[in-house]
């Protein structure tokens, strides 16, 4: 599993919009393999997500918009989340419930992506 963390200066970018890297981390049963940064590079955020593996996000305040495209990609999304990257991922890993989830949604008609 990949988890990818906007940051700025190690600590979760307030704005998703705002962020130019992100904190990956890979993560096998419940232990961090590996963590690097990697940066954006104004990159479509549905390419990004894609070009990275990613599957999860943790991140700070994020718009509808890039909420939407996370759903259309299947990546989990943990969005009203501040505080160090490090910390968050050991609280992540640990089963404890932060911010405000959006596991996976995939809305529309016959499972076509968003209506």
Do not use: H
Request: hydrophobic letters at 40%.
């Amino acid at each position: 599993m990949r988890v990818a963390i906007p940051t700025r200066d190690g600590r979760i970018e307030t704005v998703f919009s705002r962020a130019e890297e992100f904190t990956i981390y890979d993560v096998e049963i419940e232990l961090v393999k590996s963590k690097g940064i990697v940066f954006n590079g104004r990159k479509d955020l549905g390419q990004f997500l894609i070009d990275e593996a990613i599957n999860v996000v943790i991140c700070g305040r994020i718009r509808s918009g890039a909420r939407n495209t996370m759903r259309l990609k299947r990546v989990e999304l943990i969005y009203g989340v501040s505080g160090e990257a490090d910390d968050i991922m050991v609280r992540y890993l640990s089963g404890e419930r932060l911010g405000n989830v959006d596991e996976n949604a995939f809305w529309g008609n016959g499972g076509e992506g968003l209506g």
